[in-house]
């Protein structure tokens, strides 16, 4: 974690379904336990955010969840006003250009100005300063959307430098892009699962951030995996016996069974991981855990194991 420690900002995204969210609120967890000042920005999910970390709802203002961890839910239409009120420096004036309803009409249809509202305003806190130079967050960690409207979010300040006319929308974009392509304030984080579909996605997924984007890819956190209890020969001869579709009657043969189908799922784990550990980013393996991770207390358990 000796990596990541160092970052502030990161961009956690992964397939849907892999427990993104619940990697997130593990890294928020444990990075706010050692005593960082933590800022979890919420694109979407709140409720499952407030059921793992309490501390009460998710607002569209910055609010504090337990000492050290502090959160915001992300909406465009919020944060182009708070945008417009930093470039205007005037209250009057943003009210007046955000309530016209052409004005609104033309954010709500420009194609990726809602994603640059939400990954700008992530990426302002994440270097926002205090009186005196200290950093407000010492780590921002974005929950991203799931790939592949998280890569669309990414392309969106690209896009921008290359496309708008000089001028602030421009010159911050630039500043961001150069800002998460530094490895060493920012990265991706990507979720997945020991298994081949999300492999096979995250591969496609790590090799779009790195290529086409060239962003670093700060950790694979892969999730639910199990320990081994067979090992290669084992599951290889396990693999030789059948399973029927049906639950077996016998205790014997339905623990046999059971048998075959751990020995399934470990030599696929086994599989993934090696095509994982090939892409030559840092690894976070978290272990699965019976019953799920739906508290705050089984996310602290989670968020150990970092």
Not at 15 to 22: D, P
Not at 31 to 40: E, I, P, T, Y
Not at 207 to 223: C, S
Request: some cysteine; proline content about 6%; charged content about 25%.
């Amino acid at each position: 974690m000796t990596a990541l420690d160092q970052l502030r900002f990161l961009f956690v995204t992964g397939k849907g379904g892999v427990g993104k969210t619940t990697i997130c609120a593990a890294l928020a967890r444990h990075f706010a336990d050692r005593g960082r000042r933590v800022l979890l920005a919420v694109s979407g999910a709140e409720e499952r955010f407030t059921n793992l970390l309490g501390g009460g709802p998710i607002r569209e203002t910055i609010s504090e969840l337990s000492p050290g961890l502090s959160a915001v839910l992300l909406k465009p239409e919020v944060a182009f006003r708070e945008y417009g009120l930093l470039v205007l420096k005037s209250e009057r004036l943003t009210n007046a250009l955000f309530d016209n309803k052409y004005v609104q009409g033309f954010f709500k249809g420009a194609p990726g100005l809602k994603e640059w509202a939400m990954l700008g305003k992530a990426w302002y806190h994440a270097s926002e300063t205090l009186e005196g130079g200290r950093p407000r967050f010492d780590v921002v960690l974005f929950d991203a959307p799931a790939t592949g409207h998280a890569l669309d979010m990414l392309r969106v300040p690209k896009v921008i430098i290359e496309v708008s006319p000089p001028g602030v929308l421009r010159s911050d974009a630039q500043r961001a892009w150069d800002f998460f392509r530094d490895p060493r304030q920012s990265g991706v984080v990507v979720a997945t699962l020991p298994e081949e579909m999300p492999t096979n996605e995250t591969v496609e997924l790590v090799t779009a951030v790195r290529g086409e984007l060239g962003l670093p890819v700060a950790a694979l956190a892969v999730n639910g995996v199990v320990q081994e209890l067979f090992g290669a020969a084992g599951r290889a001869e396990l693999a030789k016996l059948p399973v029927s579709e049906s639950p077996a009657e016998d205790p014997a043969e339905r623990a046999l069974e059971s048998a075959v189908r751990r020995a399934l799922r470990e030599r696929v784990q086994s599989e993934s991981l090696v095509r994982l550990r090939e892409l030559g980013a840092p690894e976070l393996r978290l272990p699965w855990i019976a019953g799920g991770v739906d508290s705050p207390a089984a996310l602290s358990r989670l968020a150990s194991c970092f």
